[in-house]
């Protein structure tokens, strides 16, 4: 055999000897975050206080409750009356009139936030409840109290209030 011969002989012998090994790479990393965002969950209850017709009821008089609860903590609270049951009273868009669908009688009425929370006009005829530590809540409460002194009478006299929340 000739020189030339042999060492293709061996060259192709090399060769097919490689094709039978593995090549490994050093490992590659990949990374995600996931991100599970909490349901949110908003409810907004208003209950109503126990009055008796004819008596005179003070300024302050608490004429029913709200309770605005969250699945999630909140950091801002507004409140805004349902303009479609609860006319404008004057220029303050805390307040606003009760009024009986059957007379026609208005009786003045207006928000009441938390002792040292606060209200500040959000200038869209609504409220923000400005939380006195600054806190992130769960659950707030306030009421709608009678704006002037009034003796009521016996009828009804809806009140509506959107309740809107900034969760954290």
């Known amino acids: 055999m000739c020189k030339t011969t042999c060492l293709y002989m061996l060259v192709l012998a090399a060769v097919t000897g490689m094709a039978g090994l593995s090549a490994h790479a050093a490992p590659v990393a990949a990374h995600a975050q996931v991100d599970v965002m909490p349901v949110v969950q908003i409810s907004h ?3 109503v206080t126990s009055l008796t017709t004819g008596h005179g009821y003070e300024t302050g008089t608490a004429l029913a409750l709200g309770v605005v609860s969250s699945t999630v903590p909140f950091t801002s609270l507004n409140l805004k009356w349902d303009r479609s049951i609860n006319p404008q009273a004057s220029g303050d868009a805390r307040e606003a009139y009760a009024v009986n669908p059957s007379t026609g ?42 704006t002037h002194g009034e003796a009521l009478f016996a009828g009804t006299y809806p009140v509506g209030v959107l309740a809107d929340v900034t969760v954290a």
């Open 45 to 47: 209850d208003l209950r």
């Open 105 to 146: 009688r208005k009786i003045p009425v207006s928000f009441e936030v938390m002792s040292h929370d606060r209200m500040v006009d959000a200038g869209n005829d609504s409220v923000n409840v400005i939380f006195d530590d600054g806190s992130q809540l769960s659950s707030y409460s306030y009421s709608v109290i009678l």
